[in-house]
């Protein structure tokens, strides 16, 4: 069982940077790729970037290659997504998820989600 805690979020203009963290409870941790998905208002979720077991794979939707940076501390039970030149249509809620195995996936198939934290972003 894994427990997932998102943080990080909160009220940024267009064009500010944040850094969300994931943190995890357990002490596998490092047996579980993660992901991190957004869900705006009245959309469906979608896939923001994902870093498989020992961080040495990385994948980013286009839509946010080249502005986000996805990272993670195993050793602190801790994946980092972040943000920058925030655009105001990427004001959503920000979710992490885990799934134990080698690779991550953009698709939703993991096994474990947290709560989410909420990113706004003014013009």
């Known amino acids: 069982q894994v427990q997932l805690v998102e943080s990080g979020g909160g009220l940024v203009q267009a064009g500010d940077s944040l850094r969300l963290s994931c943190a995890a409870s357990?002490?596998?941790?490092?047996?579980?790729?993660v992901g991190w998905f957004r869900q705006a208002p009245g959309k469906d979720r979608e896939f923001v970037s994902c870093?498989?077991?020992?961080?040495?794979?990385?994948n980013y939707a286009d839509s946010v290659k080249g502005r986000f940076t996805i990272s993670r501390d195993n050793a602190k039970n801790t994946v980092y997504l972040r943000l920058k030149s925030l655009k105001p249509g990427e004001t959503a809620v920000y979710y992490c998820a885990a799934r134990r195995f080698l690779s991550c996936t953009g698709s939703g198939e993991y096994d474990y989600w947290g709560q989410g934290t909420q990113v706004t972003v003014s013009s």
């Open positions: 870093i498989n077991l020992s961080g040495s794979s990385t």
């Open positions: 357990g002490r596998t941790f490092s047996s579980y790729a």
